[in-house]
């Protein structure tokens, strides 16, 4: 079992950067794969990137966020991070954090999520 908490959300303006986070419980964060997620009013829910276990030796992004975004993560800390620079008013979303066993771009695929938390950029 994994829980996961999310932190780090607000309101930026256009152009600026947020960082969020999501804090795991349990000894075996290192072992999932983790993912990032978000939801905007009306719409369904969407991969923005997700990061390989063990240290993250590989990631994916969505073609939204590529170059935009990053995804880095400290096991030591059992800490996963969204870094989000040039941020638009398109970006704003609840995000999740999400834990799995595989890497994917379905929700579905990722067995543990956060509460999520509401990222707004204004324009």
């Known amino acids: 079992q994994v829980q996961l908490v999310e932190s780090g959300g607000g309101l930026v303006q256009a152009g600026g950067s947020l960082r969020v986070s999501c804090v795991a419980s349990?000894?075996?964060?290192?072992?999932?794969?983790m993912a990032w997620f978000r939801q905007a009013p009306g719409k369904e829910r969407e991969f923005v990137a997700h990061?390989?276990?063990?240290?993250?030796?590989?990631?994916d992004y969505a073609a939204s966020v590529s170059g935009r975004f990053t995804i880095p993560r400290d096991d030591a800390k059992d800490t996963l991070s969204l870094q989000m620079d040039s941020l638009k008013p398109e970006d704003t979303a609840v995000y999740y954090c999400?834990?799995?066993?595989?890497?994917?771009?379905?929700?579905?695929?990722?067995?543990?999520w956060g509460q999520g938390i509401q990222v707004t950029v204004s324009s």
């Open positions: 999400a834990a799995g066993s595989v890497r994917s771009r379905y929700a579905n695929a990722y067995h543990y």
């Open positions: 990061i390989s276990p063990w240290s993250g030796s590989g990631a």
């Open positions: 349990g000894r075996t964060f290192r072992t999932y794969v």
